[in-house]
């Protein structure tokens, strides 16, 4: 049986690696952010994406506020001043 292969490619005048932000959270201490990271690192990886920064809200409940999500608020802060052109996260 064939392989398909995957091909992507960025077109334009000015082609570039997409810059992408990777978020990670997970909600208690006893768990962890390790098993999403791996998985979007090879989607990035795939895509071609350059990761430029893992913003990683360990034990952090998603119910908390930015105030108590420091990582998440970075992340709000860096798209605001476009560091990124994209961020990549996991829905578990």
Known sequence: MRQKQVLLAHVGPRARAVKVALNTRVSTDGQTTDNQRIELERVAAVRGWQ??????????????????????????????????????????
Not at 62 to 88: H, I, N, P, S, Y
């Open 51 to 92: 990761i430029v920064h893992l913003y990683d809200d360990n034990g952090v409940s998603g119910a908390k506020g930015r105030q108590e999500r420091k990582q998440f608020d970075a992340l709000l802060k860096a798209a605001t001043r476009r560091e990124f052109d994209m961020v990549g996260c996991l829905e578990r």
